[in-house]
Nanobody
């Protein structure tokens, strides 16, 4: 089993940048495919990006493509989400998640979750 802890959230103006981190502990980090999801108030949790165990394959939601970059450093047991050109509609709690299987865009495929970190983008 793996434990996940997100950090790096905060308040930023529209057009700004943030980098989220997801630190993993427990089982070997490199054996998991990973994903980022987010949930805004009164909305369902939605897919943001995912990355394969090796980092060689990434997938993004259309809403963040070209602005966000997912990456991982298996030596540091950490995954990242670099968020540029932030918009007010990016405001949400961001969660990292891990799966023993293939990285996909469905939250139900991920059994392991962090507690979330708040990202607020002001206009």
């Amino acid at each position: 089993q793996v434990q996940l802890v997100e950090s790096g959230g905060g308040l930023v103006q529209a057009g700004g940048s943030l980098r989220l981190s997801c630190a993993a502990s427990g089982r070997t980090f490199s054996s998991y495919a990973m994903g980022w999801f987010r949930q805004a108030p009164r909305k369902e949790r939605e897919f943001v990006a995912c990355i394969s165990w090796s980092g060689g394959r990434t997938t993004y939601a259309d809403s963040v493509k070209g602005r966000f970059t997912i990456s991982r450093d298996n030596a540091k047991n950490t995954m990242y989400l670099q968020m540029n050109s932030l918009k007010p509609e990016d405001t949400a709690v961001y969660y990292c998640a891990a799966t023993d299987y293939v990285a996909r865009d469905n939250a139900k495929d991920y059994p392991y979750w962090g507690q979330g970190t708040q990202v607020t983008v002001s206009s």
